[in-house]
Structure formats: structure tokens, C-alpha cells
């Protein structure tokens, strides 16, 4: 079975800074996807940023990008030029195969600070 | 007007009751999923269709049930509720080619008494 594990419960930063939220997974597959999902205060489960696992190259999404090491099951999100807007619950997640069921991290809170 | 909504937002019920949380989608999905929320374990997956005629269990499907009454609608049923089915419930969509990603509702607190 897949996991995924957030080792960070809890990260802060000021405004204007940046971070990085840490991620790894446990998986035999060579095709996959991973995603981090965001989710502010309001509960809803926003998508951040997706990879595949068969593109080499890391993907960006404006002010967030993401490091993937794919032979060290790693996935990392930084978040350039910190906003308020961005304290949020930070999950990663794994999706595999056909049916692409998602599995999540158990999340990292993030608070950012004026 | 949200692309996939699920009523009720939050509901509180008694221990022993049924009860149903709805999901709709305008998306034109045709995969639907199911998940539960609990503090400090992210998402779990409960239930997920690829279709109408298509219903899977997921890792957590014990105590739950569900219905694909069409392309648009899943439904979600406790037929028993018990306390620990107390959590945040959302329901997501994806279409079956092409994107992969899943979207989700606005979630649906439920509490058990």
C-alpha cells in the first residue's frame, strides 16, 4: 500500500518569506501523480500544484513550486513571497493507477505571520 | 454557481440514526469519490464510482453505503451513525479521461451524539 507522510505538523513564516513543506511517499509504481492540496480555515480543499511522475521537469505554479525527487520519494512544496492568504492545512497527496484514488498526507499546518 | 456542492454544509444527529449526505456535480464528471476528514489523519477514502452502474469500497467503507442515482449525484448514507462518525465528509470529482486531478465540495460537518 502507498503512504505518504508529512513529517512537519506545524511550520510558521512571516510575510514575505519563503518555506518549504516536506513530503515523501512509499510506492512500487513508476507511473504516478502527486499533489498538494490546500485547506484554508473556510474547510475547502483547494489544488496547489500537481506533478507527474514521469516528467523530470519540477512544476510551478506561480509563487509555488515544487521539488521532486523522484528516486528519493520525495516532494517538497516552497512557497515563495509568503502571504497571509497562504496560513493554511497543507496536504500532500499520491494517486496511482486507473482509478486514481487519492491518498493523503495527515497535513501541515501553516501560519503565516505579519 | 460552485461546480460541485454537497448539502447539508453541517448537520448534528443522534447515534442510531440514518442519515444521507448528498453530492452534486455540474461538472459532467464521471468519477465521484467519497472521503472523511478526522483531525491529524488527512483524507480517507470511503467510496468512489466510475459510472452509474459502478460503486467501489475504499479503505474505510465499513458503516457506510452509497448510491450513484446518476452521472451527477452521489449519495453517501450512514444507515446507523455512531459516534466516531463524526468527522468532516467531502466529496470529489474527476473527469474519466484526460485530467487527472480530483475536485472537491465544500465539505460536510457531521457530528454524532
Known amino acids: 500500500a502507498q503512504t505518504v507522510t508529512q513529517s512537519q505538523p506545524e511550520m510558521s513564516v512571516q510575510e514575505a518569506e519563503t518555506v518549504t513543506l516536506s513530503c515523501t511517499y512509499d510506492?512500487?509504481?513508476?507511473?504516478?501523480?502527486l499533489f498538494w492540496y490546500k485547506q484554508p480555515p473556510s474547510r475547502q480543499m483547494i489544488l496547489v500544484i500537481r506533478q507527474e511522475a514521469y516528467k523530470q521537469q519540477n512544476a510551478t505554479e506561480n509563487r509555488f513550486s515544487v521539488n521532486f525527487q523522484k528516486a528519493a520519494k520525495s516532494f517538497s512544496l516552497k512557497i515563495s513571497d509568503s502571504q497571509l492568504g497562504d496560513t493554511a492545512m497543507y496536504f500532500c497527496a499520491f494517486a496511482r493507477g486507473s482509478n486514481y484514488k487519492l491518498t493523503f498526507g495527515k497535513g501541515t499546518l501553516l501560519t503565516v505571520n505579519p | 454557481d460552485a461546480d460541485v456542492t454537497q448539502t447539508p454544509r453541517n448537520r448534528i444527529t443522534k447515534t442510531g440514526k440514518r442519515i444521507m449526505l448528498e453530492c452534486s456535480q455540474t461538472?459532467?464528471?464521471?468519477?465521484m469519490y467519497w472521503y472523511r476528514q478526522d483531525p491529524g489523519l488527512g483524507l480517507r477514502l470511503i467510496y468512489y464510482?466510475?459510472?452509474?452502474?459502478?460503486?467501489n469500497k475504499g479503505e474505510i467503507s465499513d458503516g457506510y453505503s452509497v448510491s450513484r442515482q446518476a452521472q451527477a449525484k452521489f449519495s453517501l448514507s450512514l444507515e446507523s451513525a455512531i459516534p466516531n462518525q463524526t468527522a468532516l465528509y467531502f466529496c470529489?470529482?474527476?473527469?474519466?479521461?484526460?485530467?487527472?486531478?480530483?475536485?472537491f465540495g465544500p465539505g460536510t460537518r457531521l457530528t454524532v451524539l
Open positions: 470529489a470529482t474527476m473527469p474519466a479521461g484526460g485530467e487527472d486531478t480530483q475536485y
Open positions: 510506492t512500487s509504481e513508476s507511473n504516478y501523480y
Open positions: 464510482s466510475f459510472d452509474v452502474k459502478d460503486i
Open positions: 461538472k459532467g464528471h464521471d468519477r
